[in-house]
């Protein structure tokens, strides 16, 4: 064992391995990634496959998310109702926020346009107006499209008085994250790589949004390549959270985030590869939701990993999400991870009485005492609409993130090498590290890990034949300073899943920092964590 605390033959391995694949590996880099701990994903997945041997088929040769993916593994045993303790203190204000007050819904102004009291030019050009006012400071977009807005708001507007209107999101101000590629436009996926990357396509969340009328006025900030948690982008600079502009709006969504909160649109599309919608959403205080993975199609949109890779909608309210997710759901055959599926239907009468909710038991020594107390407020909604709170034991939910961690090193290393071999001085430091870190893993971890996940997903099958949902705080602590990443402690594990996961507002800290609850449901079962995410949001409101 090294001084660090990592097997030396860790490190041989990432030399051997980075030396087959001619990539050059500095001191420098070197030490780097020992001092952000990316070897220790590496040396927790190791000793986990280790100690615990899968004999499952690797998960990539069952027909995920159809029939016959083979038994559940066994329920736990019995749950414990859960409790929710007394706060003596509280730190935390209940609610989200405001961002729905403040600035309006994509429900309400869908209305307005459909009755013809507002004009998507109107609309399209204050929202450009407050992108120019606002965003020098708040660095939300990577590009603005306000001369191709502005005729797409009036062909809008001519639609809907011709008494052609499309639905909710006809002529809605909307903005996607910069990894999606849309045709006439640079595709950067936050990088220098793709600083001139002109796309001559549409992608299919693209394509979707168009043909629901909405007017895309630009393209979102991002962490480099997706991949960090957090906006510290070396080439295109940090994102400010609304809500206080010295701290961080989380990665890799964070223009995303931002414009949402900021009223600049009412909606936008975020991707969430390790937490990615719900990072930037719980810390800037709006409703983001990871659909099922195939749910939505990806093409289109720039890798980080192929299997753990989701496009979702990031929005002020519940029913604005849903009505975002209507628009981008369903079957497309360019992607070959994309399911034919039922569309979401969510009954926004039906009560939530009954519902039983797992909640994640003794997650303190994970999160601070004010995430603690945010995600309290949320539950203690929940068991005020009537749902039903059980402890559910995870001791081994540490481990998931390092195992989804590993995958996604695995799979976003295969991607890059070409361009690390020869053009590596071209990526920032955060992201060019820890690509490199993956390549300290075994010739055989790819099948080891896809086996693991196969069992655990059996495992969380046989779980939710006990619960309806599952919850914990969306994240361990409040935003972190600006351009500092934030932790994937709650929301890495279920991109390993592949189930939905969504973030409501629950509370503020004292500075004015949102924090978000995390509903996580069974394959296909949006609707149940939208529904529930409504019961916390309106019963917030009505306090």
């Excluded at 080439?235 to 890799?252: L, Q, W």
């Excluded at 993975?293 to 849903?322: C, I």
């Excluded at 629950?506 to 964590?529: F, I, K, S, Y």
Aim: charge should be negative; charged fraction near 20%.
């Amino acid at each position: 064992m090294t001084e660090s605390g990592i097997p030396p033959e860790i490190f041989e391995r990432l030399r051997v391995n980075l030396k087959l694949a001619q990539i050059n590996l500095s001191d420098s880099d070197f030490k780097g990634m020992l001092d952000k701990g990316f070897f220790t994903t590496v040396m927790a997945f190791e000793n986990y496959v280790r100690e615990n041997a899968a004999t499952d088929l690797p998960d990539y040769l069952k027909p995920w998310g159809e029939a016959g993916t083979g038994a559940p593994a066994a329920s736990p045993g019995p749950l414990q109702p859960f409790t929710i303790p007394q706060i003596e203190n509280p730190k935390i204000t209940p609610g989200g926020p405001g961002w729905s007050k403040k600035y309006g819904t994509l429900d309400e102004i869908s209305a307005k346009i459909a009755g013809k009291e507002v004009s998507p030019v109107e609309l399209t050009t204050e929202a450009l107006d407050r992108i120019a006012q606002q965003d020098g400071d708040l660095n939300s977009f990577q590009l603005v499209l306000a001369d191709r807005a502005l005729a797409a708001a009036r062909q809008a507007e001519q639609e809907i008085l011709s008494g052609n209107y499309r639905g909710p999101l006809h002529g809605v101000p909307v903005a996607v994250k910069d990894l999606m590629a849309m045709k006439g436009t640079i595709t950067t996926a936050g990088s220098k790589i793709f600083a001139n990357n002109l796309t001559d396509y549409d992608g299919t969340g693209v394509i979707r949004l168009q043909e629901a009328g909405a007017i895309i006025v630009g393209k979102t900030r991002m962490s480099e390549f997706a991949y960090s948690p957090g906006s510290n982008n070396a080439h295109y600079g940090p994102t400010r959270n609304p809500a206080n502009p010295e701290f961080d709006t989380g990665g890799s969504s964070s223009g995303s985030g931002a414009a949402v909160a900021a009223g600049l649109v009412y909606g936008a599309l975020g991707t969430d590869t390790g937490g990615s919608i719900r990072i930037p959403s719980a810390l800037c205080g709006l409703v983001g939701l990871k659909p099922t993975f195939g749910r939505l199609s990806l093409y289109g949109a720039t890798t980080l990993s192929w299997s753990l890779d989701h496009l979702g909608p990031m929005t002020r309210t519940v029913q604005d999400n849903a009505l975002l997710l209507s628009a981008l759901e369903g079957y497309d055959p360019r992607d070959i991870r994309s399911r034919p599926v039922a569309p979401v239907k969510v009954d926004w009468q039906r009560d939530i009485n009954g519902l039983r909710v797992g909640v994640l038991s003794n997650p303190e020594f994970l999160a601070t005492p004010e995430a603690i107390e945010a995600w309290h407020i949320g539950l203690a909604e929940l068991q005020k609409a009537g749902a039903e709170l059980f402890e559910v034991p995870m001791a081994d939910f540490d481990i998931l993130r390092s195992l989804n961690g590993a995958l996604l090193g695995l799979e976003a290393s295969a991607f890059h090498q070409p361009y690390l071999s020869s053009r590596m001085d071209e990526y920032g430091e955060f992201p060019r590290q820890r690509l490199l870190a993956a390549y300290a893993y075994a010739p055989n971890a790819f099948v080891l890990v896809e086996q693991v996940r196969q069992a655990i997903r059996q495992r969380f099958v046989g779980l939710f034949q006990q619960i309806d949902l599952f919850s914990t705080p969306t994240m361990p602590a409040k935003a972190p300073p600006l351009g500092t990443p934030a932790p994937v402690t709650f929301t890495g594990p279920f991109n390993f899943l592949g189930w939905p996961a969504a973030t409501v507002p629950v509370g503020c800290t004292a500075d004015g920092l949102p924090l978000g609850l995390q509903l996580v449901g069974r394959a296909w079962d949006e609707a149940t964590v939208l529904r529930a995410a409504y019961a916390i949001e309106t019963g917030l409101e009505t306090n």
